[in-house]
């Protein structure tokens, strides 16, 4: 197979076996046959089971041809001790405290599985109410919440995968407009996503400015009442503010609940795209749409009898997931296998579309799409049916909402996931997303750039004669081809990319792809900077009428910490300072305080000291005792949390990033106060801080980052996010943000 070098360099650093040592002892093809093999094992279960080598080879043909690949944990754990195949899981949590705990103790070994979880912690009462048992007041379910993002922050999923959530609060919760606030300051429950529970009751009240209750979910009763077109457009403020929260409609989820006598679908997974009943989970598989493509006389074209096989395989192959998981708990396992949902989507859906020559936001796109998704839907269904009749159906299926007369093995089959890792591996463009930017700037390790153009715009132009690297680095520049008139007009209305398009046509387009989709479609409605309240208010408005279950959306620029801009790259010549996008650290002071820490650490002495002036710490040195230690790593760590420290980077986020690193030589001196020489120079910064302030040296409120950086000539708007495992610029994309370069993903 042929595979490119971002892909393989993902492979290696998320997916491949390592050894003990961290080195990676499995190859790609290696790791398309253990899956492979793994999951065709499951025909051994049944009487009439297919032959398992022939079966594994389809599936490591499919896999390998990058037609289909199933979601991350699958890719990573099949055939290994581990076993946990599934992305999504929703949890439980009701009110109580044994409920709440328990829920965070199951959340942890999900996380550590490399699954992530959803919850509606619409049960819990209310902030200020009382609590009979104890006869005080409950805290309500924003702290709690605060509880769960700590614990997540503590578990690294299986070494590969950071935990990540979702929050939702239904709308007649009484706490709904802390709820809808929570997220205003971006450091605050950061491995959540949030989502406000819309009823089709409250957009007609807020459609007609009609007020609404709220229920105590404890006792049922009303507590008070709304406007309900105040709330909503507290709600969209919020999302146009900083993109959260988002929206879901509940009742929609529920109407498609195929199994309603098992209780209401509260909650979905962490990118909103699956919606489940408590201890339900789903695996997630995607076809890749540019491998369905057949070239005619008239161009490209899809190969339906193609897209049919490569359906019926990936609906078989995810049916065997279900079988072979090794589930994180054993209740998640028992409700699973109730109704074997499944979740089977598309990427290069937008990359397909420029192959066929089609615009993304045209009548024509939405109208494939929607034919294109009503077809897989048909055939997925069809392969469902036929599993069975082979295997028996899913052992609620008698009591689902399903034509009794059509038995399938699935109470779902289709899902549009986010795939911002796997379309990284696949080399297409991600989900039902349109092309964020065509061409990208890869910084290499020694410091050299190269430039990664989209292959499809690149064929073209090289067919033209109109390519060149100078165009290119325009283009990255620009971020879209649209206003360079060098470039033929039928391309420029062709290669559009996010911007390029109008969020009512990023609507339009997932409503299409809802139309046919049994759970929910995961995508970011783009908005450019410029965009006001009222249109990210008639987008959502736009949404309810098409007939989606719910929406997130994402302005430009409008976080502190920036998302990708591709005009913000580094040019020869011109000094990194001049180029917004850039955070600079100021120059050192001529004069500062300081203050000098001797720490004892698990190799001998430390001393760590903190230089401050009277905008705050700006200079970290370290320096070992007699008995030796780790001076290298001690000083690496003192320049950056230097360069850190001078570029505004809060205090407290330094700290905690260093704050209980542990040492090998701190277990041999229980006792020590610092497990290590990054927790010793933490502990001294914390100090120190907390110090200067109670002494009045000077006021943390006073110190902003924008003040720092106004000294390099930058401004807080142009602070841009970046990966924070290899430093590259980072993009939202189906409700979750992705790096290009490492394939680190928040959420999937």
């Known amino acids: 197979m042929e595979i490119s070098k971002n892909a393989q360099v993902v492979l290696e650093r998320r997916y491949l076996i390592k050894d003990k040592d961290g080195k990676t002892i499995e190859t790609v093809d290696g790791m398309f046959r253990r899956v492979a093999k793994a999951i065709a094992a499951s025909e051994g279960m049944y009487a009439n089971g297919q032959d398992q080598k022939q079966l594994a080879k389809t599936f490591y043909d499919m896999m390998t041809n990058l037609e289909f690949l199933p979601n991350s944990p699958t890719l990573m754990n099949a055939g290994k001790d581990l076993g946990q195949l599934s992305a999504c899981f929703v949890l439980p949590v009701e009110d109580s405290m044994d409920s709440i705990f328990e829920a965070i103790k199951q959340a942890a070994l999900i996380h550590k599985s490399g699954g992530g979880t959803g919850f509606s912690f619409s049960r819990l009462r209310c902030e200020g109410s009382v609590v009979n048992s104890t006869g005080g007041v409950a805290s309500g379910p924003i702290s709690f919440m605060k509880v769960f993002n700590v614990a997540t922050e503590a578990v690294k999923q299986g070494g590969s995968r950071r935990g990540a959530n979702m929050g939702i609060l239904r709308i007649d919760h009484p706490d709904i407009l802390k709820f809808i606030d929570c997220k205003s300051d971006n450091k605050e429950i950061t491995n959540f996503n949030i989502s406000v529970g819309l009823t089709e009751a409250f957009m007609k009240a807020a459609e007609k400015g009609e007020d609404y209750a709220l229920i105590d979910p404890h006792s049922k009763e009303t507590v008070g009442m709304l406007n309900a077109t105040k709330v909503f457009n507290k709600i969209v403020e919020a999302a146009w503010r900083n993109g959260e929260p988002g929206i879901i409609f509940l009742d929609r989820l529920n109407r498609d609940n195929i199994v309603p006598s098992q209780g209401e679908i509260e909650s979905t997974n962490p990118c909103g795209e699956q919606p489940l009943l408590p201890y339900e989970s789903c695996n997630l598989g995607s076809i890749n749409l540019t491998k369905m493509l057949k070239e005619t006389e008239n161009g490209y074209e899809y190969d339906w009898d ?8 990936a609906v078989h192959f995810l049916d065997n997931v279900i079988d072979v998981n090794k589930y994180p708990i054993e209740q998640i396992e028992q409700t699973t296998k109730l109704t074997r949902k499944i979740g089977l989507g598309v990427m290069g859906w937008a990359d397909s579309l420029l192959m066929m020559r089609i615009p993304y936001n045209s009548t024509e796109a939405i109208e494939l799409g929607e034919q294109l998704m009503q077809f897989i839907a048909e055939k997925g269904r069809q392969e469902s049916q036929v599993l069975a009749e082979a295997r028996g159906t899913f052992p609620l299926f008698n009591e689902s909402i399903l034509p009794q007369e059509q038995p399938q093995r699935n109470g779902t089959i289709t899902t549009i996931a986010p795939t911002g890792t796997l379309s990284i591996i696949a080399e297409c463009s991600s989900g039902v997303e349109p092309i964020f930017g065509y061409v990208f700037i890869r910084n290499i390790m020694d410091g050299t750039e190269m430039l990664e153009v989209n292959p499809v715009l690149k064929n073209e132009l090289e067919k033209r004669g109109l390519y060149s690297e100078a165009l290119m680095r325009r283009i990255a520049k620009e971020g879209s081809i649209a206003h360079l008139e060098e470039i033929p007009e039928d391309l420029r209305r062709v290669f559009v990319s996010s911007h390029d398009i109008s969020p009512e046509d990023h609507i339009r387009m997932q409503a299409a792809f809802q139309k046919y ?43 502190d910490e920036q998302v990708l801009n591709l005009g913000k790259v580094r040019k020869d010549g011109i ?89 090998p030589s701190t277990v041999r001196q229980p006792g020590l106060k610092c497990t290590s020489c990054p927790d010793a120079i933490a502990r001294t910064i914390e100090k120190i801080y907390h110090q200067q302030i109670e002494l009045g040296y000077w006021d943390k409120d006073a110190i902003k980052a ?42 999937n």
């Open 706 to 747: 924008e003040d720092l950086m106004k000294e390099s000539g930058e401004a807080l708007t142009h602070v841009m996010k970046f990966c924070p495992e290899c430093g590259s610029k980072v993009e939202h994309e189906g409700g979750c943000v992705v790096c290009r370069q490492c394939g680190y993903s928040k959420c």
């Open 517 to 559: 989709t049994d759970n929910a479609v995961s995508k970011t409605v783009n908005f450019s900077h410029e965009a006001t309240i009222d249109d990210v208010a008639e987008v959502y408005k736009l949404a309810f009428r098409l007939g989606c279950k719910g929406v997130t959306i994402y302005r430009d620029g409008s976080r």
């Open 575 to 663: 000094p990194a300072e001049e180029l917004p996008g850039q955070i600079v650290p100021r120059g050192r002071p001529d004069v500062v305080s300081g203050v000098t820490e001797r720490v004892q650490i698990g190799c001998g002495k430390l001393y760590v000291t903190a230089n401050y002036d009277d905008k705050g710490i700006c200079e970290i040195f370290t320096n070992t005792g007699k008995a030796g230690g780790c001076p290298s790593q001690s000083e690496a760590t003192a320049r950056l949390a230097s360069i850190a420290l001078r570029s505004g980077i809060d205090v407290q986020t330094i700290v905690s990033q260093l704050k209980g690193i542990r040492c």
């Open 306 to 313: 193609k897209l049919e096989k490569t359906v019926k395989n």
